[in-house]
């Protein structure tokens, strides 16, 4: 299933799908107590005075004198279905999403004024050939796009909104806060150094949902952390709708991606659940600074260490697909007769021969990794020797196949990265932190009435 995805992520990294959570996930970490109040005066037993429903919203919004319409707000959901293949959700989920919305048109909202008053304008031009990219995308030309949003009952007009936001905050961060993140020759040093000293030392490929929290918050915020954790046990999202639609951190537009990284470079508390957890597992909500994390484990692997499953193999599948309406019986039948046939196949050289006896198609990959195999089919194509082939898979719907390997290129030890690559990550993560600081210190500023 397609994970809902914002258009802010077509523009930025060309949005490719992400895998889904397998269906396994478990919580690896229990919960932690609600941190105490941070300084605050707070009365132990304290009385509410008057009601309060934070999932109520006005339909408009005004932030420091922009007005946000609540047509801008379904405009603006209808634009994230739509980028999802039109994909629906239930009543509540959309309230939800129409909350995580609101807060995102706040935040966009902030962010073009701010670049406004550093003297960044984005031109009629450029928003122009962002939004010719989205719809190539989409495969429609401009004006079928336009066309389609407003069957999907969103607007041309959101969507070059959210592009316009998008790229005038890339070009305040280059302007005001890139310039003014130096990164030292010695830092680089220190770290090429502790990767070195580090070697085989383990490895944790994660993402993130980072909620945000305060004394007055924290309740409702943990509250909905395990709603989240909840969602993704059924495992109909994949962690990356929830990162981009929940997550408070900036990393929400790479759908939480953390990257590869090791304890050490963790926070405490982050680094504990991390290491407790297996492959494709869920962790949180995990009390950490300012909120809570909620964890996802991709992977995990040895520092500058070669990994079997990182090689790549030389791979020629035959694909023979089933007609429509046919039984599992029929399906079994076929699936065993494809599989005697398959047992024949000596090398690469033979497989065209065979599949033309079989009706089937063949296809070529040679840039294929163990790693991005399925896990069962994974384990299987680690053991063939050249020429041989794995035992049929398939369903009655889709066909039955088999992979054959022709070649297999195995990885070389891992290679201490380069002087710019270091450089690099760390100038990013150095403005990611200085941009979230700076949208913070924006909504405590601002102004923002609910009408």
């Known amino acids: 299933m397609k994970h809902l995805r914002t258009v802010a992520g077509l523009l930025s990294l060309a949005a490719a799908g992400v895998a889904p959570v397998a269906a396994g996930i478990a919580q690896t ?88 008053t550093a003297d960044i304008t984005i031109t009629p031009g450029e928003i122009n050939a962002s939004y010719n990219r989205v719809a190539q995308q989409f495969n429609r030309s401009p004006a079928q796009m336009a066309a389609y949003l407003r069957e999907s009952g969103s607007s041309e007009r959101s969507l070059r909104r959210q592009i316009e936001g998008e790229l005038a905050w890339q070009r305040y961060l280059r302007r005001r806060v890139e310039p003014f993140v130096n990164i030292g020759d010695t830092e680089v040093k220190a770290i090429l150094d502790r990767l070195e000293a580090a070697k085989g030392t383990e490895e944790f490929n994660l993402r993130e949902i980072y909620l945000s929290a305060n004394d007055a918050t924290q309740g409702q915020v943990v509250a909905e952390a395990r709603r989240i954790i909840g969602e993704l046990q059924k495992g109909q999202q994949p962690f990356g709708f ?25 926070p405490g508390e982050l680094a504990e659940a991390a290491q407790q957890m297996q492959v494709g597992q869920v962790a949180g909500p995990i009390a950490v600074s300012g909120g809570f994390s909620i964890l996802y484990l991709t992977d995990k692997r040895q520092v500058l260490t070669a990994d079997p499953r990182d090689a790549r193999l030389s791979l020629k599948q035959l694909t023979l697909r089933f007609p429509a309406g046919t039984t599992q019986a029929q399906a079994n039948i076929r699936a065993a007769a494809f599989g005697e046939a398959v047992k024949g196949i000596q090398g690469c050289g033979t497989v065209e021969k065979v599949a033309a006896g079989l009706g089937a198609d063949v296809v070529d990959n040679d840039t294929v990794r163990i790693r991005d195999l399925p896990g069962p089919l994974a384990e299987i194509v680690g053991q063939l020797q050249v020429g041989q082939a794995t035992p049929p ?57 609910y009408r």
């Open 242 to 266: 929830f990162a981009r639609q929940y997550s408070d951190s900036p990393t929400r537009g790479v759908d939480g991606d953390l990257g590869w990284v090791r304890a050490a470079q963790l």
């Open 29 to 116: 970490v229990e919960d932690r107590a609600v941190p105490d109040s941070g300084g605050l005066d707070l009365p132990d037993n304290l009385q509410i005075f008057g009601k309060l429903d934070p999932n109520v919203r006005k339909p408009t919004a005004i932030v420091n004198d922009t007005v946000l319409t609540g047509t801008d707000v379904d405009q603006r959901v209808a634009l994230i279905l739509a980028a999802n293949g039109g994909q629906k959700i239930s009543d509540a989920d959309r309230d939800r999403l129409k909350l995580q919305v609101l807060r995102q048109l706040i935040d966009e909202t902030l962010q073009i004024q701010e670049a406004k």
């Open 393 to 449: 898979f398939g369903s009655p719907d889709s066909g039955v196949r088999a992979l054959v390997l022709c070649g297999r290129d195995d990885p070389k030890s891992g290679q201490l990265p380069t002087t710019d690559q270091v450089e690099n990550q760390l100038q990013q993560q150095r403005v990611n932190l200085r941009a979230q600081q700076k949208l913070r210190d924006l909504r405590r500023d601002a102004v923002v009435e």
